[in-house]
Protein backbone atom coordinates (compact mmCIF):
# COMPACT_ATOMS: atom_id res chain seq x y z
CA UNK A 1 0.00 0.00 0.00
CA UNK A 2 1.10 3.48 -0.62
CA UNK A 3 1.56 5.48 2.56
CA UNK A 4 0.67 8.96 2.78
CA UNK A 5 2.90 10.56 5.50
CA UNK A 6 1.09 14.29 6.04
CA UNK A 7 2.05 17.57 8.08
CA UNK A 8 1.52 19.26 10.65
CA UNK A 9 -0.74 17.16 12.05
CA UNK A 10 -2.03 20.50 13.41
CA UNK A 11 -1.40 24.37 13.31
CA UNK A 12 -2.79 27.83 14.91
CA UNK A 13 -3.37 30.55 12.53
CA UNK A 14 -5.00 33.25 12.64
CA UNK A 15 -7.75 35.09 10.01
CA UNK A 16 -5.75 36.66 6.55
CA UNK A 17 -2.43 34.01 7.24
CA UNK A 18 -1.44 31.92 4.47
CA UNK A 19 -1.11 28.23 5.37
CA UNK A 20 0.86 25.50 3.50
CA UNK A 21 0.00 21.40 4.37
CA UNK A 22 1.99 18.60 2.94
CA UNK A 23 1.40 15.08 2.21
CA UNK A 24 4.48 12.99 1.41
CA UNK A 25 3.82 9.74 -0.60
CA UNK A 26 5.96 6.27 -0.36
CA UNK A 27 6.04 6.14 -3.84
CA UNK A 28 5.29 8.42 -7.05
CA UNK A 29 1.75 8.60 -7.38
CA UNK A 30 1.51 10.91 -10.84
CA UNK A 31 -0.68 13.93 -9.42
CA UNK A 32 -3.19 11.81 -8.49
CA UNK A 33 -4.03 13.12 -5.03
CA UNK A 34 -6.93 15.05 -3.78
CA UNK A 35 -7.67 17.28 -0.48
CA UNK A 36 -10.77 17.23 1.09
CA UNK A 37 -11.71 19.50 4.36
CA UNK A 38 -13.66 18.50 6.99
CA UNK A 39 -15.62 19.98 9.63
CA UNK A 40 -16.60 18.35 13.14
CA UNK A 41 -20.34 16.19 12.48
CA UNK A 42 -19.76 16.65 8.69
CA UNK A 43 -18.32 14.30 6.01
CA UNK A 44 -15.34 15.41 4.10
CA UNK A 45 -15.74 18.06 1.01
CA UNK A 46 -13.54 17.47 -2.03
CA UNK A 47 -11.03 20.83 -1.96
CA UNK A 48 -8.36 19.74 -5.04
CA UNK A 49 -8.29 16.98 -7.63
CA UNK A 50 -5.19 16.16 -9.92
CA UNK A 51 -2.71 17.82 -6.75
CA UNK A 52 -3.73 21.40 -8.40
CA UNK A 53 -7.23 21.36 -10.26
CA UNK A 54 -9.63 22.96 -7.68
CA UNK A 55 -13.14 21.74 -7.65
CA UNK A 56 -15.96 23.14 -8.68
CA UNK A 57 -17.53 25.79 -6.40
CA UNK A 58 -14.17 25.86 -4.03
CA UNK A 59 -12.36 29.17 -3.42
CA UNK A 60 -10.02 30.10 -5.09
CA UNK A 61 -7.48 30.79 -1.96
CA UNK A 62 -7.40 27.29 -1.66
CA UNK A 63 -4.76 25.98 -4.07
CA UNK A 64 -2.52 22.65 -4.36
CA UNK A 65 0.63 21.76 -5.88
CA UNK A 66 3.50 19.04 -6.21
CA UNK A 67 4.61 15.93 -8.24
CA UNK A 68 5.79 12.85 -8.27
CA UNK A 69 5.83 12.36 -4.17
CA UNK A 70 5.86 15.67 -2.36
CA UNK A 71 2.43 17.83 -2.88
CA UNK A 72 1.19 21.09 -0.89
CA UNK A 73 -2.31 22.51 -0.10
CA UNK A 74 -1.98 25.97 0.88
CA UNK A 75 -4.65 28.34 1.93
CA UNK A 76 -3.84 32.02 1.12
CA UNK A 77 -5.53 34.68 3.21
CA UNK A 78 -7.45 32.11 5.77
CA UNK A 79 -10.93 32.70 6.36
CA UNK A 80 -13.32 32.00 9.92
CA UNK A 81 -14.86 29.15 7.45
CA UNK A 82 -11.27 27.66 7.04
CA UNK A 83 -10.65 26.21 10.44
CA UNK A 84 -11.23 22.50 10.06
CA UNK A 85 -9.21 19.65 9.33
CA UNK A 86 -7.80 18.78 6.02
CA UNK A 87 -6.43 15.44 4.59
CA UNK A 88 -4.66 14.12 1.51
CA UNK A 89 -5.44 10.94 -0.44
CA UNK A 90 -3.88 9.15 -3.50
CA UNK A 91 -5.96 7.42 -5.84
CA UNK A 92 -3.11 6.53 -7.95
CA UNK A 93 -2.95 2.87 -7.03
CA UNK A 94 -5.89 0.69 -4.78
CA UNK A 95 -6.22 0.45 -2.09
CA UNK A 96 -6.53 3.93 -2.18
CA UNK A 97 -5.02 5.56 1.11
CA UNK A 98 -5.25 8.84 3.06
CA UNK A 99 -3.17 11.08 5.29
CA UNK A 100 -3.62 11.40 9.04
CA UNK A 101 -5.10 14.89 8.67
CA UNK A 102 -3.77 18.66 9.53
CA UNK A 103 -6.37 19.86 11.84
CA UNK A 104 -6.09 23.77 11.60
CA UNK A 105 -7.11 25.78 14.76
CA UNK A 106 -7.75 29.21 15.64
CA UNK A 107 -4.68 31.44 17.18
CA UNK B 1 -27.35 18.77 -5.10
CA UNK B 2 -26.04 15.06 -4.63
CA UNK B 3 -26.33 14.23 -1.50
CA UNK B 4 -26.01 10.84 0.31
CA UNK B 5 -26.86 9.55 3.82
CA UNK B 6 -26.08 6.01 5.29
CA UNK B 7 -28.24 4.11 7.38
CA UNK B 8 -28.01 1.18 9.79
CA UNK B 9 -27.52 0.04 13.28
CA UNK B 10 -25.37 1.49 16.06
CA UNK B 11 -24.29 -1.16 17.53
CA UNK B 12 -23.30 -4.72 16.35
CA UNK B 13 -22.37 -7.55 18.30
CA UNK B 14 -19.12 -9.12 18.27
CA UNK B 15 -18.73 -11.74 15.61
CA UNK B 16 -22.15 -10.51 13.58
CA UNK B 17 -22.87 -8.92 10.27
CA UNK B 18 -22.95 -5.22 10.41
CA UNK B 19 -24.93 -4.06 7.08
CA UNK B 20 -24.97 -0.13 5.99
CA UNK B 21 -27.21 1.00 3.13
CA UNK B 22 -26.14 4.60 1.28
CA UNK B 23 -29.34 6.39 -0.12
CA UNK B 24 -28.63 8.31 -2.94
CA UNK B 25 -30.18 11.39 -4.33
CA UNK B 26 -29.39 14.12 -6.86
CA UNK B 27 -27.66 11.65 -8.64
CA UNK B 28 -27.97 7.94 -10.03
CA UNK B 29 -26.69 5.22 -9.11
CA UNK B 30 -27.35 3.43 -12.62
CA UNK B 31 -25.04 5.46 -14.85
CA UNK B 32 -21.16 4.46 -15.68
CA UNK B 33 -19.53 7.69 -14.57
CA UNK B 34 -19.22 6.66 -10.84
CA UNK B 35 -18.16 4.33 -8.39
CA UNK B 36 -20.59 4.26 -5.00
CA UNK B 37 -17.63 4.23 -2.22
CA UNK B 38 -17.66 2.82 1.37
CA UNK B 39 -14.92 4.67 3.86
CA UNK B 40 -14.36 4.21 7.66
CA UNK B 41 -12.44 5.93 10.11
CA UNK B 42 -11.80 4.44 13.54
CA UNK B 43 -11.13 6.10 16.77
CA UNK B 44 -7.22 7.85 16.29
CA UNK B 45 -6.88 6.77 13.01
CA UNK B 46 -6.97 7.79 9.37
CA UNK B 47 -9.40 6.91 6.93
CA UNK B 48 -9.52 3.70 5.20
CA UNK B 49 -11.08 3.04 1.73
CA UNK B 50 -13.15 -0.03 2.13
CA UNK B 51 -14.01 -0.63 -1.51
CA UNK B 52 -16.69 0.40 -4.12
CA UNK B 53 -19.26 -1.19 -6.33
CA UNK B 54 -20.24 0.24 -9.70
CA UNK B 55 -24.07 0.44 -11.31
CA UNK B 56 -23.50 -3.24 -12.74
CA UNK B 57 -22.18 -5.04 -9.47
CA UNK B 58 -18.67 -5.27 -10.36
CA UNK B 59 -16.73 -4.11 -7.00
CA UNK B 60 -13.32 -3.63 -5.55
CA UNK B 61 -12.27 -4.28 -2.03
CA UNK B 62 -9.36 -3.22 0.19
CA UNK B 63 -7.34 -6.56 0.78
CA UNK B 64 -6.83 -6.40 4.17
CA UNK B 65 -10.91 -6.30 4.14
CA UNK B 66 -11.75 -8.55 0.98
CA UNK B 67 -12.42 -11.78 2.70
CA UNK B 68 -15.08 -10.01 5.08
CA UNK B 69 -17.29 -7.60 3.03
CA UNK B 70 -19.73 -7.32 0.44
CA UNK B 71 -20.38 -4.56 -1.24
CA UNK B 72 -23.95 -4.16 -3.30
CA UNK B 73 -26.11 -1.88 -5.38
CA UNK B 74 -29.79 -1.25 -5.63
CA UNK B 75 -30.69 0.38 -8.46
CA UNK B 76 -33.99 0.12 -8.29
CA UNK B 77 -34.00 1.65 -4.86
CA UNK B 78 -31.08 4.52 -5.98
CA UNK B 79 -29.16 2.62 -2.93
CA UNK B 80 -26.39 1.16 -2.08
CA UNK B 81 -25.02 -1.14 0.88
CA UNK B 82 -21.98 -2.64 2.82
CA UNK B 83 -21.91 -5.93 4.67
CA UNK B 84 -18.92 -6.58 7.04
CA UNK B 85 -19.15 -10.08 8.12
CA UNK B 86 -17.38 -11.51 11.74
CA UNK B 87 -17.15 -7.73 12.82
CA UNK B 88 -14.67 -7.59 16.31
CA UNK B 89 -14.09 -4.16 18.23
CA UNK B 90 -11.39 -3.16 15.49
CA UNK B 91 -14.63 -2.53 13.19
CA UNK B 92 -15.84 0.36 15.74
CA UNK B 93 -15.46 3.32 13.06
CA UNK B 94 -17.85 6.36 11.67
CA UNK B 95 -18.96 4.53 8.29
CA UNK B 96 -18.55 7.09 5.05
CA UNK B 97 -20.34 6.62 1.49
CA UNK B 98 -19.06 8.62 -0.70
CA UNK B 99 -19.24 8.82 -4.87
CA UNK B 100 -16.25 8.38 -7.10
CA UNK B 101 -15.36 9.49 -10.74
CA UNK B 102 -14.85 6.32 -12.92
CA UNK B 103 -11.34 7.15 -14.39
CA UNK B 104 -10.16 9.70 -11.83
CA UNK B 105 -11.45 8.16 -8.15
CA UNK B 106 -11.64 11.49 -6.48
CA UNK B 107 -14.82 11.66 -3.59
CA UNK B 108 -16.87 14.35 -5.22
CA UNK B 109 -19.40 13.76 -2.38
CA UNK B 110 -19.81 12.35 0.50
CA UNK B 111 -21.92 11.36 3.57
CA UNK B 112 -22.72 12.62 6.93
CA UNK B 113 -21.25 9.64 8.26
CA UNK B 114 -22.69 6.58 10.79
CA UNK B 115 -20.97 5.67 13.68
CA UNK B 116 -20.86 1.95 14.59
CA UNK B 117 -19.49 0.88 17.76
CA UNK B 118 -19.52 -3.20 17.89
CA UNK B 119 -20.09 -4.50 21.48
CA UNK B 120 -21.04 -6.98 23.35
Known amino acids: DIRMTQSPSSLSASVGDRVTITCRAS??????LAWYQQKPGKGPRLLLFGASRLQSGVPSRFSGTGSGTDYTLTISNLQPEDFATYFC?????????FGQGSNVEIK | QVQLQESGPGLVKPSETLSLTCSVSGSSVSVSQYYWSWLRQSPGKRLEWIGYVYYNGDTSYNPSLKSRITLSVDTSKNQFSLKVRSVTEADTAVYYC????????????WGHGTRVAVSS
Open chain 1, 27 to 32: QDIDNS
Open chain 1, 89 to 97: HQYYSAPQT
Open chain 2, 98 to 109: ARAIVGAKRLDF
